[in-house]
């Protein structure tokens, strides 16, 4: 069976900081993963998918087989980042499994 | 473009009644799927439908069905109401069932239940 791990509930950081939203996974195959968004009273929304390898928004993930993680990561964040983020997985029976989410704060 | 429309948005109900909820996927979108999030969680897979068949089926009791229709919408039941079936309820379509295409996600039916 396939889990997804988000191991902090909440992430505080300030404007123009550095930041990085852990995702750790287990799944014995090759997982397809995603990283979703929800900005306040709004959709949950794709953000990122690993097989695309592209930057969104300034955020990049690489997923890390050896370690099973695929953390998301922004040099510098800015106070519109501010939202719920979740980590998920699609495993060959198609259905996502997402992570218990992160709260990102990102204060002025 | 319509994205992915749900309907109704807030729904409160009375524990062992019956719920039926509906979505229709993007235009040209084949796949819906059904999810839960319970406040405070992540979403959980209830079901997906591809071309009016079930492919796939999450950790859901009997009391949960769903269905597709020939233009794709979907619906998804749930009969004799407990207060724990309270949660945000999510559709997402997708342009087929397999790997490579991500998922849109509907802004989801608030299910309350007293």
């Known amino acids: 069976a396939q889990r997804v791990t988000q191991p902090e509930k909440l992430l505080s950081v300030f404007k123009g900081a550095p930041v990085e939203l852990k995702c750790n996974y287990s799944?014995?195959?090759?997982?397809?993963l995603f990283w979703y968004v929800q900005y306040s009273r709004q959709r949950l929304q794709l953000l990122l998918r690993h097989i695309s390898r592209e930057s969104i928004k300034g955020f990049t993930a690489d997923l890390n087989k050896g370690e099973t993680s695929f953390h998301l990561k922004k040099p510098f964040a800015q106070e519109e980042d501010s939202a719920m983020y979740y980590c998920?997985?699609?495993?060959?029976?198609?259905?996502?499994?997402f992570g218990g989410g992160t709260r990102l704060m990102v204060k002025p | 473009d319509a994205g992915v429309t749900q309907s109704p948005t807030h729904l409160i109900k009375t524990r062992g009644q019956q719920v039926t909820l509906r979505c229709s996927p993007i235009?040209?979108?084949?796949?819906v799927s059904w999810y839960q999030q319970v406040l405070g969680q992540g979403p959980q897979f209830i079901f997906q439908y591809y071309e009016k068949e079930e492919r796939g089926r999450g950790n859901f009791p009997d009391r949960f069905s769903a269905r597709q229709f020939p233009n794709y919408s979907s619906e998804l039941n749930v009969n004799a109401l407990l207060l724990g079936d309270s949660a945000l309820y999510l559709c997402a379509s997708s342009r087929t069932a397999g790997q490579g295409y991500g998922y849109t996600f509907g802004s989801g039916t608030r299910l309350t239940v007293v």
């Open positions: 799944y014995s195959g090759s997982p397809e």
């Open positions: 998920a997985l699609r495993a060959a029976g198609n259905m996502l499994t």
């Open positions: 235009s040209g979108h084949k796949s």
